[in-house]
């Protein structure tokens, strides 16, 4: 949202200090009792010449109401306030009729002097009068300045422009000083201090997170929303209802004492505050969120550009030290070597990189080691404060160390480095491990390629050697001269049966036919590198990669026909590809092929102008059960849920996908969000009955209505994540604005394959 252009808010004033200097003879009960109502002087009585000095030092007075004496006492009090602050105004009051003393006083500097009887009106007067010597302005906090302060605060989301109009508001707002802002939020503790200087513009500087949380675990939990702190100090809690969501400290350079008004203004401010700043916590959220979703998608494209590790790798790991806005982004891999034995991937903006991989590879084992054998993140906020790293120089100073698992065993560690101390949270960490998965899933890919590879790569020399390599030779005019032993296992004719006969009735695909005669008639040199597809003599067609090379011999000259069979080969590719959309472990198709078929699926609902069911779930209470019975027992789980999905969708209409880990995705064409209810109660009553209940299903289904494939995907996360939090085994949908939950006990059992459905009417 825009600022506003050009606010200018009222400032509110405090009290002014008066201090009343008392004496034996005037004890002065009614001037008490009228400055106690004042409403712009705030009253301070001294006693005696003790506690005169001890005021005057510690607070800082703008007008001295002094009981005026013939004796030397009085004269003392009056050189002392003058040896302290000459410019501060002295009001003098007589107990008695003597115009000498008050001759006398005058000539000693106070400003005004008092002649009794001093009661009734001739008082209020005089308290008129230290008011007005006070220079004291009124200015309450009124509903014009609320607004202002309001429309301030709220005129931006961003949390850095938030802080910088929080500190100027309160440094406008009252006479303090310094200030520091400290926020907790979702993602952690924000902690911020500010000076005035001298120019009246607030100086602000950035706490680490540790910092301000160790300040707000020391502050305690006030009551009421302002508490003095040894007079010198405000403590404004920013709170909403019971639940703090920070603290504002300001320091004064005196001892302050606040009206109920400056409370009650300073309480509405704090609101302000506390709302301004839970919705610039949640907008930085959804902003986090957002961009992590935006890096998944681009490490998952950059996976999809490459199956080469060492390529996919060092375009991951550029990504990330973008989006980490760190120094040093590194991956071990220790199963994994490079062209020179390495096994790092680095990526660093570092002045000295030489020393920064040096420390990596020499110093930075104990991390590795640990997140190795714990198989967890681990959160390095200083590395400094390890005793491993005392007396070491080293430019980084926090790190996230992640796991790459891959089929339960660790591929490898992910690593994260700064120069700042606590430049990494909890937020952090949770995005490190998703592209940790990310990582591992760029392992599988790649092993998968590289052993079919080298499958594809052995039966090529098979096949060069074997006798299902058909080598025909023909004359210029393209008729037949020799056909090898091959060829005719290959077609099923012996070649006396066509040796001297045209060539090109032996190819079925009219298609070649032109490019082969261009080839006969010289308009062409060579021709090669295409698969075809040939009828054998007796029935059934086999593949073959065809190449075709001009012979130039002394004796004579055509063409070499060299036909390698590939059916086998293309068998092998059309298993590659199963295996590179299929999950291993349940058999269903994988998030890759899922972030494929996506966009098709909704660029096919746009075409037919209809519509389908997104579903997305995932099995509550399966860490536990993992965790518990193994990952033996929690791979079986999984199996058997991909069994169950099968069983209960359309077989060759609905496409199931394991998302990853225990998330599970379905995509059902032609089918609406309340026909796909009822393909989620069926799993989860099978999943409910299968385990008592141990384990249970969280399924959320929203219907495509148009949005991107973005927009459907966050929408059926958040329908999952509806049914979590609503206690989980239940279904959620959302369709025409309404939320519709399904949960109970299950009771029915789940389809078996027999019962394969048709359709969902």
């Not at 909403?240 to 350079?253: E, F, K, M, T």
């Given at each position: 949202m825009p600022a506003p252009a050009t606010i200018q808010m009222s400032r509110v004033e405090f009290k002014k200090q008066l201090l009343f200097v008392t004496s034996p003879t005037m004890a002065g009960q009614e001037i008490e009792a009228l400055l106690q109502r004042s409403r712009t002087l705030q009253l301070t009585v001294a006693a005696d010449g003790t506690s005169l000095i001890a005021l005057m030092a510690e607070y800082e007075f703008d007008v001295v109401l002094l009981a005026l004496e013939d004796d030397p006492v009085t004269w003392g009090h009056l050189a002392y306030i003058h040896q302290v602050n000459p410019k501060l105004p002295i009001i003098g009051c007589l107990s008695n009729d003597d115009t000498a003393l008050a001759a006398k006083a005058k000539a000693e500097g106070v400003t005004l002097v008092l002649a009794p009887p001093l009661t009734g009106e001739r008082l209020r007067r005089a308290i008129a009068r230290a008011e007005r010597a006070a220079e004291v302005v009124p200015s309450p906090l009124s509903a014009q300045t609320l607004h202002e302060i309001a429309l301030n605060l709220h005129a931006s989301l961003d949390l850095d422009e938030l802080v910088e109009t929080a500190f100027r508001t309160l440094f406008h707002l009252?006479?303090?000083?310094t200030g520091r802002l400290l926020i907790t939020g979702e993602g952690g503790h924000f902690g911020y201090e500010g000076n005035l200087s001298p120019q009246g513009e607030p100086v602000i500087r950035k706490m680490s997170s540790e910092a301000a949380a160790i300040e707000l675990a020391n502050l305690p939990e006030a009551p009421d929303t302002l508490t003095h702190v040894d007079g010198h100090q405000l403590h404004l809690q920013l709170r909403?209802?019971?639940?703090?969501?920070?603290?504002?400290?300001?320091?004064?350079?005196r001892r302050i004492k606040l009206t109920d008004v400056e409370i009650e203004g300073l309480g509405l401010?704090?609101?302000?505050?506390d709302h301004a700043f839970r919705n610039a916590l949640q907008y930085r959220a959804v902003q986090r969120k957002r961009e992590q979703v935006f890096l998944i998608n681009e490490v998952t494209r950059q996976m999809a550009r490459s199956l080469d590790l060492e390529t996919v790798i060092a375009d991951i790991v550029e990504h990330l030290q973008r989006y980490m806005e760190c120094e040093v982004v590194a991956i071990y891999t220790p199963h994994m070597t490079g062209p020179q034995g390495e096994n790092f991937h680095i990526a660093s903006t570092l002045a000295n990189r030489t020393s920064v991989i040096a420390t990596t590879l020499q110093r930075d084992t104990g991390l590795i080691r640990e997140t190795i054998e714990g198989g967890e993140t681990i959160l390095c906020r200083d590395l400094r404060q390890l005793p491993e790293w005392r007396g070491h120089s080293t430019l980084s100073r926090?790190?996230?160390?992640?796991?790459?698992?891959?089929?339960?065993?660790?591929?490898?560690v992910l690593e994260f480095e700064s120069v700042r101390p606590g430049a990494f949270d909890d937020d952090d960490c949770a995005i490190a491990e998703d592209l940790a998965l990310q990582v591992s899933v760029a392992i599988r890919n790649t092993r998968l390629y590289r052993n079919a590879q080298a499958e594809h790569e052995y039966l090529q020399t098979v096949l060069d050697v074997a006798v299902d390599t058909a080598i025909i030779s023909t004359d210029p005019a393209g008729n037949i001269v020799t056909f090898s032993r091959g060829a005719e296992m290959m077609f099923g004719y012996d070649d006396k049966e066509v040796v001297g006969t045209p060539i090109l009735p032996l190819f079925q695909d009219s298609s070649l036919f032109t490019s082969i005669e261009k080839l006969l008639d010289g308009h062409q040199v060579h021709f090669g590198g295409t698969d075809v597809a040939l009828k054998r003599r007796h029935g059934g067609t086999f593949y073959a990669s065809l190449s075709v090379h001009p012979l130039r011999a002394k004796r004579s000259e055509g063409f070499l026909f060299v036909l390698t069979d590939v059916t086998e080969r293309r068998a092998q590719q059309e298993q590659l590809l199963k295996l590179s959309i299929t999950d291993e472990l349940t058999g269903l198709y994988n998030k890759r092929y899922y972030q494929d078929l996506l966009p098709r699926e909704i660029a096919r609902a746009q075409r037919r102008d209809s519509t389908f069911a997104l579903c997305y779930f995932d099995l509550d209470g399966f860490k536990r059960f993992n965790d518990t019975r193994g990952h033996v027992a929690g791979d079986e789980l999984l199996r058997w849920v991909g069994e169950l999905v099968r069983s209960v969708i359309r077989r060759q209409v609905d496409l199931p996908f394991r998302y990853g880990g225990d998330e599970f995705v379905l995509i059902l064409p032609?089918?609406?969000a309340e026909a796909a209810r009822r393909v989620g109660e069926r799993i989860c009553e099978g999943v409910y009955q299968r385990f008592n209940g141990e384990v249970t299903v969280s399924f959320g289904i929203v219907e495509y209505a148009g949005e991107s494939a973005e927009e459907l995907t966050i929408r059926a996360d958040k329908m999952m994540y509806a049914a979590k939090r609503a206690g989980g085994n239940r279904v959620t949908t959302y369709t025409s604005g309404e939320w519709r939950f399904q949960s109970g006990s299950w009771p029915a059992a789940p389809a078996t394959n027999s019962e394969q459905p048709t359709s969902y009417e």
């Open positions: 009252t006479p303090c000083i909403h209802g019971s639940q703090r969501s920070g603290v504002a400290i300001l320091g004064y350079p401010l704090s609101r302000h505050l926090s790190k996230i160390a992640t796991p790459i698992w891959l089929d339960g065993t660790i591929e490898g032609e089918t609406p």
